[in-house]
């Protein structure tokens, strides 16, 4: 009998939730899963963003929902899953970029805040979500590449990315049949290295494309495509896909 939880009919389409999903990663990741023919649910902090999401993936809104929602908020995510219904497939793409520096002059507190700011928002929509996930779906955390490449400036990241990945082994053998992975990107471009001046921008993910094997740097539909992959291969749980074009081998 095939199990498949992203087959879908024109009544009764899966349900992915992305959350962290008005820009970037989450965003391509809506657009693709949407494209496949699900119904999708992005969330966001900020509600014009949402709502902007909303439109960029359909601009007739068929098949989506934008809601307007702080992850960090335990309460309010609880909320948001009581009152969302069943879903299928739960994708975690809360970003955060606290925890950067070299290490002798890092701010541990910062690498705290990076905790709060993303591990802690991951786990607890995880948990949140096991009241109304289908057993045969699937969660899927979107980590980094901090995590497996050993690189000076990044311990407070890997620490952050890191304890994410431990816990994906664990978390698929306790809440089996339900799937969980993890996708672990390389150098995306994305709203994540807005932070920096536009010219320190570009020679950065210049330096980083020279780098790559493969050349270049990662956009975000890469990693959509690695997501989308996870939510339907019923025979993956348990594994952190490392989709960097090959950063971390240098």
């Known amino acids: 009998m095939n199990t498949e939880t992203n087959s879908t009919t024109p009544t009764n389409p899966a349900h992915a939730v ?3 999903g008005t820009s970037g990663i989450g965003l391509a990741t809506a657009q693709r899963l949407h494209a496949s023919g699900m119904r999708v ?16 993936i359909d601009q007739n809104g068929a098949r989506v929902d934008a809601v307007a929602l ?12 009581a009152k969302l219904g069943p879903l ?3 994708v975690l793409a809360l970003g955060g970029g ?4 070299m290490f002798r002059e890092l701010a541990l507190d910062d690498v705290l ?31 980094a590449v901090s995590a497996q490449m050993a690189s000076p400036g990044t311990a407070g990241l890997a620490a952050i990315n890191g304890a994410l990945s431990c ?3 664990a978390l698929a053998v306790e809440l ?20 920096l001046p536009a010219d320190q921008r570009s020679a950065a993910l210049a330096s980083y494309a020279e780098k790559a094997p493969v050349g270049r740097v990662g956009a975000p539909d890469d990693i959509a495509k690695a997501v989308e992959f996870l939510t339907g291969n019923t025979f993956m749980t348990g594994q952190t896909l490392v989709c960097d074009g090959g950063l971390s081998l240098v």
């Open 98 to 101: 606290k925890g950067f520096g």
């Open 88 to 90: 299928d497939h739960l």
């Open 41 to 56: 649910t992005v969330t966001g902090r900020d509600a014009a963003r949402a709502d902007a999401a909303k439109r960029a």
């Open 176 to 195: 089996r049949p339900l799937r969980v992975n993890a996708v672990s990107p390389g150098v995306i471009d994305t709203p994540w290295w807005d932070a």
């Open 70 to 81: 702080d992850a960090s908020d335990a309460q309010a995510v609880a909320a948001f899953f």
């Open 113 to 143: 805040g990076g905790f709060t700011s993303k591990a802690l928002p991951h786990l607890v929509s995880a948990q949140a979500a096991l009241g109304t996930i289908r057993k045969g779906g699937s969660i899927t955390f979107i980590t």
């Open 18 to 20: 992305i959350m962290g």
């Open 167 to 169: 816990a994906v082994p």
